[in-house]
Structures are given as structure tokens and as C-alpha cells.
């Protein structure tokens, strides 16, 4: 069963229809990516499910239950968290006060919210260091965010999206502005999130979505065109029309 | 119990002797007005040129309530954290959703607003002539209108509000605030309710606010009209800026630094508030971190000038 799933999703921005009817399913525990070219709705579609802005019309389901306009900061205690494809984190916090807050917003209670010292949440700070520590960020939880170079700064905001535990996990290009060295880990990170968490991933990198997609839907112009395993994908003409073009013919 | 604490103890006790109590109460009121927008300003990053709307309401509603009913002054102190918090809920519930100059600009405007109802309200709030004669009641014996009872009580509520708001920014509350002021849109991504949460650092800085406007009521007998208009919100903010907003000592620093100008200097020389600029202009250029900061460079300096001592 389709663990989220969208119906006819649908946002106008005025005249221009970012996103146009999409019905895509998402099982549990697979690795969904969406491609396209830019400006075909991608990030838009993560906006709509996770509540940044409501839909002009349409659906979105979570496990079967409509979470249609639930804000983001309800839908984040939903199960579904997200990272940005420009990096967006607290720059003035160390790398583990900035998973510390994500971990403590989706934590078991909010007891003691104004009086209890964070040093006494235990429980939130385990799972904070662990968020680190899957990152391979482990050693640099004392190290200011503002100071990391923009590849950790990367890792960092995946670790921000994993310390809240959700059970989707939706990645807007983790890879975006990375070295090719820097990619090779980024993408073995990845992979290594497999499994453990439902990922719907956003990546532009051709190499990448098909090595690790288990399944691809493809976005134009904010509609859907195809949808399928990375070898389907690869062969559809109207994909390679679209978005391949020329170089992968 | 670690240093800064040791150092405003000592500070608390030697002050009324270096300075006129009044003058030595008037700081610790000031300090804790100051606490209570440094939540908003230094750990929420949200600018309020408004605070004496609270402060002001506080005291008008209070000091009319010691004058015309002679209530306790402890029920009194409670009824202006009450006013403090209400009226900021009120403000804050108008404020929250706006932000940069839009923000700063409501405040300002609502404080405009409070600040006309004070001066056409003459019969209660007696308009510009200000509202005089709140007593400062006695209570179980002790008797408040000697000043140094009166700044013992105040400073014992000073040492308290900043143990509160020290356990506040401690908390997972403080860290949450922080998280807004840094990034909002990622701290509503990640499970916060981020106008909620302003609200709430408005409630508590106006709770503050409101105990330091009762405090001053009763320090001066009287409750002036410009307790609730623009300069003591900009004082306030002053002070603050220049003490450092990037810590939770900074605003009583910079209320020290404040109150003592302006009531030491200002006897001596007519044009003190020029001094107050010219600290202000240092501030914004070369120091935003404001007296803290320049104290934690000259000690880093003196540090490492010690440590690179050859050692014999």
C-alpha cells in the first residue's frame, strides 16, 4: 500500500499551474525519485505535501488519511520531514543544537518546555547524536554550523530531516552544489538511508536517480509524464524527449 | 555558583552605597524591563519598539489599584505582571504575523495607540501631569518607604526574574526561540508553530515589563505619562543594545551603564545624551555584541597574553 499518495494535486500560482493534477503513490520503504527538467514543479510538489503552502485543488494522503492543508509545522509532527536544495539551517547553533531542536520538536513530550534545562532531555539528545552520527558528522558536534564547509553543511541538513524520525523522508537534491567527490558520498549516504526510511528524492544527477531509484516518476511543465523502474524510465521515448534530450540519446 | 552570579551579588550590595538607593533601585527595575525584551530581541531576533506599552499599562493599572484601594503591594506586583502579560498577548497576537520594518513599525504604532489613551484618560491616568501619590504599602511589618527596604525588595525581584529568564534560555523554550530568530521557515519545517511560539516570548517579556513598571510606580510615587510612551521603549532598547543582546547579562549591564549616565552625568553636563549616542554609534559599528562582547575581547586578549608568558 501506498504509504503517501497525492490525487490530482494541483497549485496555480495566477496564470501558471506549477504543479498540474499530479496522482503519484509512494510505497513504504522504497526510494521514489521525481525528475524533470527545471522548473517542471518539483519543488513545489514537496512544498504542497509537506503544508509550506495549501493546494489550489487535489488530495494528499498520508497512510490513507487525508492531510490536505495541514500546516507544516503539524505535518512535520506527521512523519514527514524534508531537506532543502539551498541549505537551510541554524547558523549560529553548533551542528548538534541544530539536530537537538529537530530531534526535541517531533520528541515523545514538550514537558518542562520552559524550565527544564535541554541538557536533561536524554532521550532527544541520543537521538540527536545519532542523526550525526548516520550523517558521519559524529565528530563535529561541538563545531559551529557556519563554520562546516558547504558539503558537511549538506550532511548536516539531511541530519536536521533525520533527527526528527519521520517516516517519509523527502530529499530536494542532497547532491546540489557538491563536488563529484563530495557526490560519491552523498550517494552512499543515501543508500545507506534505504530501507530504513520511505525517501521520495528530487536529484537532477542522471547517474544517481538511476542507481538508487527503486522507482522514478518523471515532471514537465508541472504534469506528470511517466512513471516507472529506472530501466523503464530509460527507455520511454517521451522521457527522452522531454528531459534526456539530445544527450542521452 | 559561578562568576557572573558572584559579580552581580557583590554588585547588588555595594551599589546603594556608590550611588543614591533610589538611583541603585531605579537599575535593577531597569534591568529587569530590559530581561524581558532581550527575550524578544536578542533571543527571538524580533525588534519591539513597544515595550513600555506593557510597562506603562502595568503601572497605571496597578498604581491606581495601591492608590484608590490600597491593595497589597505583593498582590499589586502580581496584578502588573498580569497587565504586562495580557496587554502583550494583545500586541503580540496583532505583531506576530508581520515581520522586518512592518514588525518593528506595529509595535511602535500600538505603543502610539496605549500612549493616547493614557493622555486623554485624565481622569485616571491624570494625562501629561502624570498619575501621582501610589503609595508604597507596608506589608507584614516591613516597612517599604525607606529606601534601602524598598531596594532590598527590588533587588531580591531583580536576582529572581533574571533566575527565571536564565532557567527560560536554558530551556528548551530558549533553544526554540533561538531556532526562529536563526531560521524561521526551517524551525516551522520542523515541527514548530513559529507565531505561536513569538507570542509567547511577548507574554513573558511583557510579564517582565509589567513587574518592572509596578516596581517604578512604586519607586517614584508617581506614574509619569512617558512610562508609556516611544522613549521608554527606546531606552529600553538602548540600554539593552549597548549592554549586548547576544547574552543573557547584557540588557543589566547596559541598564547600569543607562540609569548611571543619565542620572550621574546628566547633573554635571545638561548634554549627557550625546555621550549615549556616541556609545550607541560604537556599538552598531565596531561592537553588536555591546559591552559584553568588548569585555569577553579584552579578557581573550589578556588570556592569551598570559598564556604566551614564557614559563620560567
Redesign the interface.
Known amino acids: 500500500m501506498a504509504i503517501l499518495e497525492t490525487q490530482e494535486l494541483t497549485k496555480a500560482f495566477g496564470a501558471l499551474t506549477a504543479v498540474n493534477g499530479v496522482s503519484l503513490g509512494v510505497e513504504a520503504g522504497t526510494l521514489h525519485s521525481i525528475i524533470g527538467p527545471n522548473g517542471a514543479g518539483k519543488t513545489t510538489l514537496f512544498n504542497l505535501l509537506t503544508g509550506t503552502f495549501p493546494p489550489t485543488s487535489g488530495r494528499i494522503l498520508l497512510d490513507g488519511r487525508d492531510i490536505t492543508g495541514t500546516p507544516a509545522h503539524r505535518v512535520a509532527h506527521l512523519g514527514l520531514a524534508r531537506s532543502y536544495q539551498r541549505t537551510s539551517v541554524f547558523p549560529a547553533f553548533s551542528l548538534l543544537e541544530n539536530v537537538w531542536v529537530a530531534a526535541f520538536a517531533t520528541g515523545r513530550s514538550w514537558r518542562g518546555l520552559a524550565w527544564r534545562k535541554t541538557e536533561r532531555y536524554a532521550e532527544v539528545t541520543a537521538r540527536a547524536r545519532q542523526a550525526l552520527a548516520d550523517v558521519g558528522l559524529g565528530g563535529k558536534a561541538d563545531a559551529p554550523a557556519r563554520e562546516i564547509s558547504h558539503g558537511e553543511q549538506r550532511q548536516l541538513e539531511l541530519a536536521i530531516a533525520l533527527a526528527a524520525a519521520p517516516r517519509v523522508l523527502l530529499l530536494d537534491e542532497p547532491a546540489a552544489g557538491l563536488s563529484p567527490e563530495e557526490t560519491r558520498k552523498m550517494v552512499a549516504l543515501v543508500r545507506s538511508l534505504k530501507g530504513r526510511y520511505t525517501i521520495v528524492l528530487i536529484e537532477h544527477k542522471m547517474d544517481i536517480i538511476m542507481s538508487v531509484s527503486d522507482r522514478i516518476s518523471v515532471m514537465h511543465f508541472g504534469s506528470l509524464i511517466a512513471e516507472g523502474t529506472p530501466a523503464e524510465i530509460q527507455k520511454n521515448p517521451e522521457v527522452r524527449r522531454a528531459y534526456l534530450g539530445g544527450v542521452a540519446a | 555558583m559561578n562568576r557572573p552570579i558572584l559579580l552581580l551579588l557583590a554588585a547588588v550590595l555595594v551599589l546603594p552605597i556608590v550611588v543614591r538607593p533610589a538611583i541603585a533601585t531605579e537599575i535593577w527595575i531597569f534591568a529587569i524591563f530590559g530581561l524581558g525584551l532581550n527575550l524578544l530581541l536578542g533571543y527571538t531576533g524580533l525588534l519591539s519598539f513597544g515595550q513600555s506599552t506593557f510597562f506603562g499599562s502595568a503601572a497605571y493599572v496597578a498604581g491606581f489599584l495601591l492608590k484608590q484601594y490600597g491593595i497589597n503591594a505583593f498582590l499589586a506586583l502580581g496584578i502588573g505582571v498580569g497587565v504586562g502579560a495580557a496587554s502583550a498577548a494583545l500586541v503580540g497576537y496583532l505583531c506576530v504575523q508581520r515581520s522586518g520594518l512592518y514588525f518593528i513599525m506595529l509595535t511602535f504604532a500600538l505603543n502610539q495607540l496605549f500612549y493616547f489613551i493614557a493622555y486623554q484618560w485624565t481622569s485616571v491616568t491624570g494625562g501629561e501631569d502624570g498619575m501621582p501619590g501610589v503609595p508604597r504599602p507596608a506589608l507584614a511589618g516591613i516597612d517599604f518607604t525607606n529606601p534601602l527596604v524598598y531596594y532590598a525588595l527590588v533587588s531580591v525581584l531583580f536576582l529572581a526574574s533574571l533566575w527565571i529568564m536564565k532557567?527560560?534560555v536554558?530551556?528548551?523554550?530558549?533553544?526554540?526561540l533561538?531556532?526562529i530568530r536563526?531560521?524561521p521557515?526551517?524551525?516551522?519545517?520542523?515541527?514548530?508553530?513559529?507565531p505561536r511560539f513569538k507570542l509567547l516570548a511577548f507574554v513573558?517579556g511583557g510579564a517582565f515589563s509589567g513587574l518592572a513598571g509596578v516596581l517604578y510606580a512604586m519607586l517614584f510615587g508617581i506614574v509619569p505619562l512617558e512610562a508609556i510612551g516611544f522613549v521608554f521603549s527606546g531606552n529600553v532598547l538602548f540600554a539593552t543594545l549597548i549592554g549586548g543582546s547576544g547574552s543573557l547579562y547584557g540588557p543589566v549591564i547596559g541598564s547600569f551603564v543607562f540609569i548611571w549616565l543619565s542620572e550621574s552625568v546628566s547633573t554635571l553636563w545638561a548634554r549627557w545624551p550625546l555621550l549615549l549616542g556616541v556609545a550607541f554609534v560604537i556599538v552598531v559599528l565596531f561592537l553588536r555584541g555591546g559591552v559584553v562582547e568588548a569585555w569577553s575581547r579584552v579578557g581573550a586578549k589578556f588570556g592569551s597574553w598570559r598564556s604566551s608568558k614564557p614559563k620560567s
Open positions: 532557567r527560560i536554558e530551556s528548551p523554550l530558549g533553544k526554540i533561538q531556532a536563526e531560521n521557515v526551517r524551525a516551522e519545517a520542523v515541527g514548530y508553530d513559529v513573558i
